[in-house]
């Protein structure tokens, strides 16, 4: 069958028109310069330009405007022993771009760890803007909660520690279905589906969900059977490229993030 038409606000149709052309740019660079966009990773964080490519130097000395408090933020999770669980800068700025290009006010996020990913959206987010937090470890978030403080952003992240999947059913059954404008999906690679389904249902059209992890190191080009966070991965990138309620757009970024926006 024919995939719907984009019927979207028009600030959402433009962020994807500019989406596509930097994916397409991003896929001719790679026929040009296989081994710096499409090489084998030298981080588990599965990034498609190494942390210590200059090309990746490159983009954050070009592109990175990072708010104070969001470095120092990123600083202390990179001393953490589990730091690169964190979602990269530049991929999380490109979040809350989105955010404030569709003026969202309701947001969800997945899975916090120290929670740099949910300031960078809180800081664009308008007074009255939530970020509905879930994680099910508070000891990771205590070490950002003092600087969403710092930044005067506290107020706007609704911590949630407990099992996503609980949270979202919550939501849901206060009657908050599509009331939500963008999503953030990174956290137990097993319950992707789970959470996409739960998620689409809480985002309004023309919102947005962000599925962090697609490529998961590269893995899910020859998933093994044991492997179920790659399978669950793979099945759901499959699932996505037929869904005719969405849209998308996989992006080259970090460890691969898709786009879906809601028709």
Not at 211 to 217: A, L
Not at 234 to 255: C, E, F, T, W, Y
Request: net charge positive; glycine share 6%.
């Amino acid at each position: 069958s024919e995939m719907p038409l984009l019927s979207v606000p028009k600030e959402v149709a433009v962020g994807t028109a500019m989406l596509g052309v930097a994916f397409a740019t991003g896929v001719l660079a790679g026929k040009r310069y296989p081994s710096l966009v499409f090489g084998t990773p030298k981080s588990s964080t599965s990034e498609m330009i190494g942390k210590s490519s200059p090309l990746r130097q490159y983009i954050l000395d070009h592109s990175l405007r990072e708010h104070p408090i969001l470095k120092k933020l990123r600083l202390l999770t990179a001393d953490h022993p589990w730091g690169r669980m964190m979602v990269s800068c530049e991929q999380a700025q490109l979040m809350a771009n989105l955010v404030k290009l569709i003026k969202a006010k309701k947001v969800i996020e997945i899975g916090v760890f120290t929670g740099y990913n949910a300031l960078n959206m809180a800081l664009v987010l308008p007074d009255n803007g939530r970020v509905i937090a879930c994680d099910i470890n508070e000891d990771y978030a205590k070490i950002g909660r003092p600087l969403w403080k710092e930044a005067g952003v506290e107020h706007k992240i609704d911590l949630r520690i407990k099992p996503a999947i609980q949270t979202l059913d919550e939501l849901l059954a206060n009657g908050e279905a599509e009331t939500f404008d963008f999503a953030f999906i990174d956290a137990d690679k097993e319950s992707y589906n789970e959470y996409y389904e739960k998620c689409l249902r809480l985002i309004k059209k023309g919102g947005i969900i962000a599925i962090d992890n697609v490529f998961w190191n590269g893995k899910v080009l020859k998933p093994r059977k044991d492997d179920l966070a790659a399978q669950s991965i793979h099945h759901l990138n499959q699932k996505l490229l037929r869904d005719a309620r969405v849209n998308i757009s996989m992006l080259p970024m970090g460890d691969g993030v898709t786009l879906a926006f809601k028709l």
